[in-house]
């Protein structure tokens, strides 16, 4: 993939937005007090050089991100109120008006996976930033900051030890197949009604029946693993391919619903937490902790950051600032002095957030 350009030239033939919009809207005041080279050396970073199509510019990504974070639409309608909207489209960079959009609606999902904590942080710096040169924020809004934390669920299936290992052996059967080694066996069809015949026999209380199924399943997805590494040892290039996968096979394969401490949950989310809130309706719920470090005393300005990782117990910390530094003394002295004292302030802000609670977990 190559890295983003934004190539987008005036037209001739159409008029400017800058001619048609009112230049005092709320949006076109915030697009000028946006620094976007600065997004844009952040998001490029997640894009690595070399051949391919290059990707959206960065501040067609990062303004429809804004846009949506704002105005809490989803990606269907942000496209659409992008197309009939100049306002959007004067945000997010455009020079003359669009009547179709220039990027299909699934490059919006593609960009969100792309993206890690990093450029996550660059948003809330630069919102911040923003908010402080334009009044909205003031220095001593952030000298008091109180973090709280929640649980953000994560879309997967109720975990169970005969699906996880139902599952870790067609992923790698298939990731087996993708780059051609032969397995010995592959034991996909007897895995299937295994895992199958464990959900009933649990129905039906036949708890030694069910796990006799369990057993025949998880001897099968060890054989499936040592048939694997056999094949591939030797090879440096398939060793890094399997070796996450394996990884996980294996802590699946072992893993009891009777063990604490950190399992997995899912294969494709290997960083998702069963984390007990107490709820009479869902006493568990499987996902990542989320910290929220709203400002005092005016909760006007509000960021968040959802960062996988092991989860930590939900309670809220309390986190002051010395003004001992100069930067809090007195205004800076110059705008752009002002902007990167906001974002270094909002890069303390989300280490001390991510690093809030103990490391209690729940076993599931």
Not at 345 to 361: E, F, L, N, V, Y
Request: overall charge positive; glycine content about 6%; proline content about 6%.
């Amino acid at each position: 993939m190559a890295k983003p350009r934004d190539d987008r030239q005036k037209d001739l033939l159409r008029p400017a937005l800058e001619d048609i919009i009112d230049l005092g809207h709320p949006l076109v005041r915030l697009a000028r007090e946006i620094d976007w080279g600065f997004l844009d050396k952040r998001f490029a970073s997640v894009c690595t050089p070399g051949a391919g199509q290059p990707p959206l510019p960065t501040r067609l990504v990062a303004g429809l991100l804004i846009l949506k974070h704002m105005h809490d639409l989803s990606d269907e309608v942000l496209c659409a109120r992008w197309v009939e909207n100049p306002y959007y489209q004067f945000f997010c960079g455009e020079l003359s008006f669009c009547h179709e959009l220039p990027f299909d609606r699934s490059s919006l999902t593609h960009w969100r996976r792309r993206l890690g904590e990093a450029q996550l942080v660059a948003l809330i710096q630069e919102s911040l930033s923003v908010a402080h040169k334009m009044g909205a924020l003031a220095t001593r809004d952030l000298e008091r900051v109180v973090v709280d934390t929640t649980v953000q669920p994560k879309a997967i299936a109720h975990p169970t030890d005969a699906r996880l290992c139902h599952r870790a052996l067609e992923k790698l059967v298939a990731l087996a197949q993708r780059h051609g080694v032969k397995l010995r066996q592959s034991y996909r069809r007897v895995a299937k009604r295994a895992a199958i015949m464990v959900g009933r026999y649990s129905h039906a209380h036949q708890f030694n029946r069910a796990r006799r199924a369990l057993k025949f399943l998880r001897i099968r997805l060890g054989r499936v693993i040592r048939d694997i590494r056999r094949k591939i040892d030797g090879s440096e290039g398939l060793k890094e391919r399997f070796a996450e996968l394996l990884a996980l096979a294996h802590r699946v394969r072992f893993q009891d619903h009777r063990q604490r401490g950190h399992k997995v949950y899912a294969l494709h989310a290997p960083e998702v937490e069963c984390i007990g809130k107490g709820k009479a309706r869902a006493p568990y719920e499987f996902g990542c902790k989320v910290s929220s470090p709203p400002r005092r005393p005016s909760p006007r300005a509000a960021s968040s950051c959802c960062m996988p990782r092991p989860c930590t117990a939900t309670r809220s910390t309390v986190t002051r600032w010395g003004r001992s530094s100069p930067s809090w003394r007195a205004k800076p002295a110059s705008p752009r002095a002002a902007s990167i004292s906001t974002r270094a302030i909002a890069a303390t802000i989300t280490r001390t957030s991510s690093a809030s609670g103990s490391p209690a977990r729940c076993g599931g």
